[in-house]
């Protein structure tokens, strides 16, 4: 974590920001740290809730691979 990001709080790259049908992901623009954003705004993920995430991309990755299969 960069010291801008201890004293003013971190800053989304909102370009960058990704839904996983849950919450928005980005990474801080000034650390690189991966943020999250819940209903009081972006802030760091707990381990639970990234590793949350990490499922979810991967279920979504792969429905996105069964659609993609031709059917037979």
């Known amino acids: 974590m960069s010291l801008m990001c201890r004293v003013v709080g971190h800053s989304p790259k909102r370009d960058r920001a990704r839904y996983d049908g ?3 992901w980005a990474p ?3 650390c690189g ?3 999250m954003r819940d ?3 972006w ?3 707990t381990r639970y809730e ?3 995430h990490e499922v979810r991309l991967d279920d979504l990755a792969a429905a ?3 659609e993609a299969q031709p059917a037979e």
């Open 22 to 24: 849950d919450f928005y």
């Open 28 to 30: 801080c623009d000034r």
């Open 33 to 35: 740290s991966t943020l």
């Open 39 to 41: 209903r009081s705004g």
């Open 43 to 45: 802030r760091i993920p």
């Open 50 to 52: 990234a590793a949350r």
């Open 64 to 66: 996105r691979a069964a």
